[in-house]
């Protein structure tokens, strides 16, 4: 099967451009698109998620890794004490029990693929005690304070 990428949109045929969490968790203008939704020996979800300039994905954390390949743009991603910036091409492994985020801070669409197994656990939010203990790290605070 082949969907037709359309460069003007960062949009493929006959895949809907979805929201991109429903679960009530805090995130700002990021769209899903589902490019792959499992076979019998690739048991596996591969999504295109695009954050608008200014937004952000959900800061979670979870057991299931995520692998990610930066399509679009760029932006910055929180990788547990690390943050970086990223842009189109840079592949980023997301571990288990990692918190993470992708925030497009850098006045451009932050767009990427991430590819994650169909049976996984549900995401967790960092609650308030988390994150005062992640601004012990003083690159993390400022990135946490900066949105
Ligand atoms: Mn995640």
């Known amino acids: 099967m082949i969907k037709r ?5 960062y949009t493929w045929e ?4 979805l929201v991109y969490k429903q679960d009530g968790s805090p995130f700002k203008d990021v769209t899903r698109q589902v490019l792959f939704n499992g076979a019998f020996d690739i048991p596996c979800q591969f999504r295109y998620f695009e954050v608008k300039p200014g937004g952000y994905s959900t800061l979670e954390h979870h057991e299931h890794t995520h692998m990610v ?3 679009r743009g760029e ?12 842009k189109a091409g840079d592949f980023i492994e997301v ?3 990692t918190i993470h ?5 850098k006045g451009d669409y932050l767009g990427f693929l991430c ?12 609650d308030a005690e988390q994150i005062e203990a992640m601004k012990e790290n003083p690159v993390v605070k400022e990135f946490l304070e900066s949105c």
């Open 5 to 9: 990428f359309d460069d003007t949109g």
């Open 14 to 17: 006959d895949v809907d451009t």
């Open 69 to 71: 390949m930066i399509f």
């Open 75 to 86: 932006g910055q991603c929180l990788l547990g004490e690390i943050v970086t910036d990223v």
């Open 95 to 97: 571990p288990s029990h």
């Open 101 to 105: 985020q992708f925030r497009a801070n």
């Open 115 to 126: 590819l994650v197994n169909l049976d996984r656990d549900k995401v967790k939010i960092p």
